[in-house]
């Protein structure tokens, strides 16, 4: 058992990585039939940030309570002097609903540093769990040159794009890929993610036929967001002009856009910058009605409300959702299908 992962979330039992294999037989074998090995898809986590692999362990003894999964958890350092490669084996195991056995997703962990790094392919192909689809989960930004071999075998790619640098660069590379996938892999912003009950709350606005004329009353849009969430409240822009059939005629400066709609009326879009959730608040103003969504701190459901000019107010309640990213993963883990409203935004 001293290969299971612990409450301190160790990267495990250390082994060579031509070994692997045949440790993994033996850490089974060791407990005579009380652990079954569970796997559905292998979820592999990409990260080069410092101390990554016992976040990321974390992470995934969580993730694997829901999905079982064969993950492979690599932290790279790109910057070291010398090349080198480690690796370790653990379990993550809950027990079953009959409450006899314990049901395990196996972790293979890796740190790779200097040249080694770009040993990724490699390892990653080397460990992949018979013909389970393969889904990667990229933390941080693409390089410049990325091994085109890779993405053949990816069928799910997630990252997140809220804290990107450079969207329009970033959004190339992982268009690249696609393409040399021969767009088979399916693109996961988990910045799109955390989007989608805020995007459910605002669309129930306009279920009713009767209430489509609102569509080309809009005037104004008004989002709220966190210090480091502008990318999350353009994703929300992006999404009502794709689907609203905006064209974006202007941007003044990083807060203010200005789109005009198929009948030649300009929407006015304000950003704000306010502490509190990713997204607190997002307002349509359609003539005298307006239609709001707001998300208030340290609560879990949304206040979703409209009100004409010296007429009634309709209140009512939906879930928010998390910007947790063991909530955000299990999201895209559960779903299908290959994003159409999220690229949409991009043509």
């Known amino acids: 058992?001293?290969?299971?992962?612990?409450?301190?979330?160790?990267?495990?039992?250390?082994?060579?990585?031509?070994?692997?294999?045949?440790?993994?037989?033996?850490?089974?074998?060791?407990?005579?039939?009380?652990?079954?090995?569970?796997?559905?898809?292998?979820?592999?986590?990409?990260?080069?940030?410092?101390?990554?692999?016992?976040?990321?362990?974390?992470?995934i003894s969580k993730i694997t309570q829901n999905h079982a999964c064969r993950a492979i958890v690599v932290e790279a350092d790109c910057t070291a002097e010398h090349a080198s490669v480690e690796a370790w084996i653990s379990a993550h195991c809950r027990i079953s609903r009959a409450g006899s056995k314990q049901i395990c997703s196996e972790q293979l962990s890796f740190h790779l540093k200097a040249e080694a790094a770009a040993l990724l392919p490699n390892i990653v192909f080397s460990q992949l769990d018979s013909d389970l689809p393969f889904y990667l989960w990229w933390q941080g930004e693409f390089h410049d040159a990325m091994d085109s071999q890779l993405w053949t075998w990816v069928d799910r790619l997630i990252y997140d794009s809220r804290a990107w640098s450079d969207f329009t660069a970033q959004m190339e590379r992982v268009e690249t890929a696609q393409t040399e996938a021969r767009q088979r892999v399916v693109l996961c912003d988990l910045n799109w993610t955390r989007l989608m009950q805020f995007r459910?709350?605002?669309?129930?606005?306009?279920?009713?036929?009767?209430?489509?004329?609102?569509?080309?009353?809009?005037e104004r849009v008004e989002i709220d967001f966190h210090p480091g969430f502008r990318s999350t409240a353009v994703l929300l822009v992006g999404w009502l002009?794709?689907?609203?059939?905006?064209?974006?005629?202007?941007?003044?400066?990083?807060?203010?856009?200005?789109?005009?709609?198929?009948?030649?009326?300009?929407i006015a879009a304000a950003l704000k910058e306010v502490n509190g959730q990713p997204i607190s608040r997002c307002a349509l103003h359609c003539g005298k009605i307006e239609f709001r969504v707001t998300h208030e701190a340290a609560e879990d459901l949304l206040h979703?409300?409209?009100?004409?000019?010296g007429g009634n107010r309709l209140d009512e309640l939906m879930p928010a959702g998390s910007d947790d990213p063991v909530a955000l993963v299990n999201e895209e883990l559960m779903r299908g299908g290959p994003h159409r409203v999220y690229l949409r935004e991009f043509n």
């Open 1 to 59: 058992m001293g290969a299971v992962a612990t409450e301190e979330f160790s990267a495990g039992l250390p082994v060579r990585v031509g070994d692997i294999g045949r440790e993994l037989k033996k850490l089974w074998d060791v407990n005579g039939g009380a652990m079954t090995r569970a796997s559905l898809i292998n979820l592999a986590v990409y990260s080069e940030a410092p101390g990554s692999l016992t976040k990321n362990t974390e992470l």
């Open 304 to 309: 979703v409300w409209s009100a004409a000019e």
């Open 241 to 266: 002009a794709a689907q609203l059939q905006w064209r974006e005629l202007r941007q003044s400066g990083k807060l203010s856009l200005t789109f005009v709609d198929a009948a030649g009326n300009r």
């Open 200 to 218: 459910l709350a605002i669309a129930q606005f306009f279920d009713h036929p009767c209430m489509h004329e609102y569509f080309e009353e809009i």
